[in-house]
């Protein structure tokens, strides 16, 4: 029996520059920088004061089924799960129509809540007093408990441990399976990889899947700060510089991207419109360190090597790859040398390899498949969308970054790079489809 | 499935020790749900099955060498703890030394909830954070010049050991493990829902052993907070409602080519996995009758090929929750009778409090060791259900369940090999 067909046949976006997948394209191969100082808060005493935000409205329903969805991290997932269905011609199934639900799934990758402990920042003003200069170390446990065992602020705590995404979005698509994967900013890309592999064994015919993240709090911010993870380039224009030899850390983004895979022939029967096909992915763990990339990128490379394989495509097979590239010293070096390895370093050097993070930053758990969106787009317009601010050379860094400018070339097959903290490892080869454009 | 499924091994840490500890407390009906003590002191309800794990020990085991305990969250501890167990169990004690062939096929699926962070540190970081104006008027309100002088008690590893795959990452490195990791979150469910996971891509090749499971510290000060925020806790000693307990628990899951090559011994075989979700009445009100799960259990009945009179053991999740252990009790009646076609009923809850995620993996060693041993515990403190004697009896086909109050359930069916 041969191996069922994976094909794209909805998406749906939230991301700073649109949300609309046609515009978001628009403005990237345009090298248009959707970074800016944070607005969210005043952000002028972090170390890193630039973020990519989604600053237009978002509209969503304020329950879906019994699921409030009024927070931030819920109304882009809710948005982007309504726009992907409309473009697939998707619609939720009856409650009692079995037959349809056992065949959909929900594979979904979000962070952490849109809660974060400021919501007890009351309760500790009640407990410990007027706020300090500095922080105490040891503060008074019993006293907070005891006011906090009646404070609302409790049930919003069930956001950290629970933001209700994919149940939410599990009722919307009216899906059998849901689940929610985490492999930090690998997170989207594995969830499409999950989704990949529950079609093709045929556990399902159609699945919604991506990811979601809104990071950009008062806490996630300075937390990645003390990681030495962000950059301090205070200059928005100029902060997110993948691959360059100035780059100093990458640049926190917040939005959802959601696909509708679906099987080609499931596609096909309903007489959907096929944005492109997934040909393979691949999957793999450094099983290192928790913070830093493997120096030589054997999971990196082993992942390209892996989805390609999955493919039955060579390397040379390959005409453009959007990198994970997060503008820190050791991934954009560290990734380099995976692709040189993955693809040979003949054809590494030929094939077009650009960072789109240069110009809407890190969506950590959106990353991958808002990415995804990029490289479908790509090869159905056949342009490579550029690394913006490259501009000094570092010798760690020596393939085609396609430098501050869209190109114009033949691309039949993107490779999809997302690496995540605690090596964790997963490339997507996406492909365009007969009769798609 | 197309390549037939092996359990090799189990590994777990509760609150009764490990799991040669935890096995002999449930095989004599034993609890280690106890008073709060030390830092869990004031929170409700007072006592369950917390775990106490010595780091020393966790070093001690497998992999475990390099664990460090200041990048560790309470989730992450209970997953290297029964991470380690496991490779103990069967046989790995360096797993580094494994050849590049092994590691690069081995996984690790984890179930857990978000990370969550010490909150000491974290509310003092809130409290720091306020502005000092406002608080003249009781009014709470945040002064962004003062979040870097918050920051001054944390380190980066304080928000790293946050990010929600941090269970996996370690256990990866932990057990050298260079296949597909990964962490499913966000329901109670989702550490079952990592071992059928992993039975599934182990059956579809995607790796030849996948160590998977559930950590849950269900004693940890957040959860309590905010399972007490909706009448989750017994108001009392006595009362109904759900007993919080601690537990990492994992299966090692593999090809069973594998596991011949290799010389492991298969204690039973995967015929059947299935999770399902079914919008619930409330977001945590759980299903509103029983025919989300009975239809979850009829699928893994037939994946498996048995009629229900096949099975003679049923690991439930009896979580304590009034609603939840009604619906559950209703389908298991529903589908395999009143008094269950005769199969023992499993339930460790009693022994070890209701662990989270964790709980449903606890739930599958203890039907695999039933397997093993041909000892059915006792299932203490039930009054819906019949309860097992606690006796020698031959276990050859088990299902197991893990239930969730957001309308989520996952069932697996084992064989004995």
């Given at each position: 029996?041969?191996?069922?067909?994976?094909?794209?046949?909805?998406?749906?976006?939230?991301?700073?520059?649109?949300?609309?997948?046609?515009?978001?394209?628009?403005?990237?191969?345009?090298?248009?920088?959707?970074?800016?100082?944070?607005?969210?808060?005043?952000?002028?005493?972090?170390?890193?004061?630039?973020?990519?935000?989604?600053?237009?409205?978002?509209?969503?329903?304020?329950?879906?089924?019994?699921?409030?969805?009024?927070?931030?991290?819920?109304?882009?997932?809710?948005?982007?799960?309504?726009?992907?269905?409309?473009?697939?011609?998707?619609?939720?199934?009856?409650?009692?129509?079995?037959?349809?639900?056992?065949?959909?799934?929900?594979?979904?990758?979000?962070?952490?809540?849109?809660?974060?402990?400021?919501?007890?920042?009351?309760?500790?003003?009640?407990?410990?007093?007027?706020?300090?200069?500095?922080?105490?170390?040891?503060?008074?446990?019993?006293?907070?408990?005891?006011?906090?065992?009646?404070?609302?602020?409790?049930?919003?705590?069930?956001?950290?441990?629970?933001?209700?995404?994919?149940?939410?979005?599990?009722?919307?698509?009216?899906?059998?399976?849901?689940?929610?994967?985490?492999?930090?900013?690998?997170?989207?890309?594995?969830?499409?990889?999950?989704?990949?592999?529950?079609?093709?064994?045929?556990?399902?015919?159609?699945?919604?899947?991506?990811?979601?993240?809104?990071?950009?709090?008062?806490?996630?911010?300075?937390?990645?700060?003390?990681?030495?993870?962000?950059?301090?380039?205070?200059?928005?224009?100029?902060?997110?510089?993948?691959?360059?030899?100035?780059?100093?850390?990458?640049?926190?983004?917040?939005?959802?991207?959601?696909?509708?895979?679906?099987?080609?022939?499931?596609?096909?029967?309903?007489?959907?419109?096929?944005?492109?096909?997934?040909?393979?992915?691949?999957?793999?763990?450094?099983?290192?360190?928790?913070?830093?990339?493997?120096?030589?990128?054997?999971?990196?490379?082993?992942?390209?090597?892996?989805?390609?394989?999955?493919?039955?495509?060579?390397?040379?097979?390959?005409?453009?790859?959007?990198?994970?590239?997060?503008?820190?010293?050791?991934?954009?070096?560290?990734?380099?040398?995976?692709?040189?390895?993955?693809?040979?370093?003949?054809?590494?050097?030929?094939?077009?390899?650009?960072?789109?993070?240069?110009?809407?930053?890190?969506?950590?758990?959106?990353?991958?498949?808002?990415?995804?969106?990029?490289?479908?787009?790509?090869?159905?317009?056949?342009?490579?969308?550029?690394?913006?601010?490259?501009?000094?050379?570092?010798?760690?860094?020596?393939?085609?970054?396609?430098?501050?400018?869209?190109?114009?070339?033949?691309?039949?097959?993107?490779?999809?790079?997302?690496?995540?903290?605690?090596?964790?490892?997963?490339?997507?080869?996406?492909?365009?489809?007969?009769?798609?454009? | 499935?197309?390549?037939?499924?092996?359990?090799?091994?189990?590994?777990?840490?509760?609150?009764?020790?490990?799991?040669?500890?935890?096995?002999?407390?449930?095989?004599?009906?034993?609890?280690?749900?106890?008073?709060?003590?030390?830092?869990?002191?004031?929170?409700?309800?007072?006592?369950?099955?917390?775990?106490?794990?010595?780091?020393?020990?966790?070093?001690?085991?497998?992999?475990?060498?390099?664990?460090?305990?200041?990048?560790?969250?309470?989730?992450?501890?209970?997953?290297?703890?029964?991470?380690?167990?496991?490779?103990?169990?069967?046989?790995?004690?360096?797993?580094?030394?494994?050849?590049?062939?092994?590691?690069?096929?081995?996984?690790?699926?984890?179930?857990?909830?978000?990370?969550?962070?010490?909150?000491?540190?974290?509310?003092?970081?809130?409290?720091?954070?306020?502005?000092?104006?406002?608080?003249?008027?009781?009014?709470?309100?945040?002064?962004?010049?003062?979040?870097?002088?918050?920051?001054?008690?944390?380190?980066?590893?304080?928000?790293?050991?946050?990010?929600?795959?941090?269970?996996?990452?370690?256990?990866?490195?932990?057990?050298?493990?260079?296949?597909?990791?990964?962490?499913?979150?966000?329901?109670?469910?989702?550490?079952?829902?990592?071992?059928?996971?992993?039975?599934?891509?182990?059956?579809?090749?995607?790796?030849?052993?996948?160590?998977?499971?559930?950590?849950?510290?269900?004693?940890?000060?957040?959860?309590?907070?905010?399972?007490?925020?909706?009448?989750?806790?017994?108001?009392?000693?006595?009362?109904?409602?759900?007993?919080?307990?601690?537990?990492?628990?994992?299966?090692?899951?593999?090809?069973?080519?594998?596991?011949?090559?290799?010389?492991?011994?298969?204690?039973?075989?995967?015929?059947?996995?299935?999770?399902?979700?079914?919008?619930?009445?409330?977001?945590?009100?759980?299903?509103?009758?029983?025919?989300?799960?009975?239809?979850?259990?009829?699928?893994?009945?037939?994946?498996?090929?048995?009629?229900?009179?096949?099975?003679?053991?049923?690991?439930?999740?009896?979580?304590?929750?009034?609603?939840?252990?009604?619906?559950?009790?209703?389908?298991?009646?529903?589908?395999?009778?009143?008094?269950?076609?005769?199969?023992?009923?499993?339930?460790?809850?009693?022994?070890?409090?209701?662990?989270?995620?964790?709980?449903?993996?606890?739930?599958?060693?203890?039907?695999?060791?039933?397997?093993?041993?041909?000892?059915?515990?006792?299932s203490p403190g039930l009054g819906v259900l019949p309860a097992s004697a606690g006796a020698e009896r031959t276990v050859r086909?088990?299902?197991?369940?893990?239930?969730?109050?957001?309308?989520?359930?996952?069932?697996?069916?084992?064989?004995?090999?």
């Amino acid at each position: 029996m041969s191996r069922r067909r994976i094909v794209v046949t909805g998406w749906g976006t939230v991301t700073p520059h649109a949300d609309d997948v046609d515009r978001l394209f628009d403005r990237v191969s345009e090298g248009v920088c959707a970074i800016d100082t944070i607005t969210q808060f005043d952000p002028s005493h972090l170390p890193s004061t630039v973020a990519a935000e989604v600053t237009y409205d978002v509209a969503a329903p304020e329950r879906v089924g019994p699921f409030p969805s009024t927070s931030r991290t819920m109304r882009f997932a809710v948005r982007a799960a309504l726009s992907a269905m409309a473009d697939a011609g998707l619609e939720t199934p009856a409650p009692d129509d079995w037959r349809t639900r056992s065949r959909r799934a929900v594979q979904l990758s979000t962070g952490v809540g849109s809660t974060a402990m400021e919501a007890y920042g009351p309760t500790t003003l009640r407990a410990w007093g007027a706020p300090p200069e500095k922080a105490v170390r040891k503060p008074d446990m019993q006293a907070f408990r005891s006011l906090a065992l009646t404070d609302p602020a409790s049930r919003k705590l069930e956001e950290w441990f629970c933001d209700f995404a994919a149940p939410a979005l599990g009722v919307l698509f009216g899906a059998d399976r849901i689940a929610t994967a985490a492999s930090a900013c690998a997170s989207g890309s594995h969830s499409l990889f999950d989704a990949v592999h529950t079609i093709r064994s045929g556990r399902a015919d159609v699945v919604l899947t991506g990811g979601v993240c809104t990071p950009i709090t008062r806490s996630m911010m300075p937390g990645f700060a003390l990681l030495s993870a962000l950059t301090t380039n205070p200059d928005p224009a100029t902060a997110a510089r993948p691959f360059d030899a100035d780059r100093d850390g990458f640049i926190m983004a917040e939005g959802a991207s959601l696909l509708v895979l679906e099987d080609e022939e499931h596609a096909r029967a309903r007489g959907a419109r096929i944005h492109g096909e997934i040909l393979g992915v691949g999957i793999a763990t450094d099983a290192h360190a928790l913070t830093a990339p493997l120096a030589t990128g054997r999971g990196m490379a082993d992942a390209m090597k892996g989805a390609m394989a999955d493919a039955g495509r060579s390397a040379s097979d390959v005409s453009y790859v959007n990198a994970h590239g997060t503008s820190t010293p050791l991934n954009d070096a560290a990734e380099t040398i995976a692709i040189k390895t993955a693809l040979g370093e003949d054809v590494a050097r030929r094939t077009p390899v650009s960072s789109t993070k240069s110009m809407f930053g890190h969506l950590i758990h959106a990353a991958g498949v808002t990415e995804a969106l990029v490289c479908l787009q790509a090869i159905k317009r056949n342009v490579a969308p550029p690394t913006i601010n490259f501009h000094t050379r570092d010798p760690k860094c020596d393939l085609d970054y396609v430098p501050n400018e869209a190109r114009e070339v033949p691309v039949t097959t993107a490779l999809n790079n997302s690496f995540g903290f605690g090596g964790q490892n997963v490339s997507v080869l996406l492909g365009g489809y007969e009769g798609s454009l | 499935m197309s390549r037939d499924v092996v359990i090799t091994g189990w590994g777990a840490w509760t609150g009764a020790g490990d799991d040669e500890a935890t096995r002999a407390a449930w095989l004599e009906g034993r609890s280690s749900v106890r008073a709060f003590e030390k830092d869990l002191v004031g929170l409700p309800p007072g006592f369950g099955g917390w775990a106490d794990i010595p780091f020393k020990e966790l070093r001690g085991l497998p992999g475990g060498r390099d664990l460090r305990p200041g990048t560790l969250t309470a989730f992450t501890k209970l997953a290297c703890a029964a991470v380690g167990r496991a490779l103990k169990n069967v046989g790995v004690d360096d797993p580094a030394a494994d050849d590049d062939a092994v590691a690069d096929r081995r996984g690790v699926y984890l179930g857990s909830y978000t990370n969550f962070p010490e909150m000491k540190k974290h509310l003092a970081l809130t409290h720091v954070m306020g502005d000092a104006d406002a608080a003249t008027e009781d009014r709470y309100s945040i002064d962004d010049a003062k979040i870097m002088a918050g920051m001054g008690g944390l380190r980066g590893f304080d928000f790293l050991k946050l990010m929600n795959n941090m269970p996996a990452a370690h256990t990866t490195i932990q057990a050298n493990a260079r296949g597909p990791a990964n962490t499913y979150l966000g329901v109670s469910t989702a550490g079952l829902q990592a071992v059928g996971r992993a039975a599934e891509h182990v059956s579809d090749g995607l790796a030849d052993q996948i160590i998977a499971g559930g950590t849950g510290p269900g004693t940890l000060e957040g959860l309590l907070l905010v399972h007490s925020s909706y009448g989750a806790l017994p108001e009392a000693e006595g009362a109904r409602g759900m007993i919080p307990g601690d537990a990492g628990a994992c299966v090692v899951v593999e090809s069973a080519d594998t596991a011949a090559a290799r010389g492991a011994t298969a204690v039973a075989r995967v015929t059947g996995y299935y999770d399902l979700f079914a919008a619930p009445r409330t977001a945590r009100g759980g299903w509103a009758d029983a025919s989300p799960l009975v239809r979850l259990l009829r699928v893994v009945l037939d994946q498996a090929g048995w009629a229900p009179g096949d099975v003679d053991y049923i690991g439930a999740t009896a979580s304590g929750l009034p609603d939840l252990d009604s619906v559950e009790a209703a389908a298991y009646a529903e589908v395999f009778g009143p008094d269950l076609g005769g199969a023992a009923l499993g339930v460790h809850t009693a022994v070890t409090g209701f662990t989270e995620a964790a709980h449903g993996t606890v739930g599958l060693m203890g039907a695999v060791q039933a397997m093993a041993d041909g000892r059915v515990p006792p299932s203490p403190g039930l009054g819906v259900l019949p309860a097992s004697a606690g006796a020698e009896r031959t276990v050859r086909r088990a299902i197991v369940v893990s239930v969730a109050p957001e309308g989520h359930g996952a069932a697996i069916a084992i064989e004995r090999t």
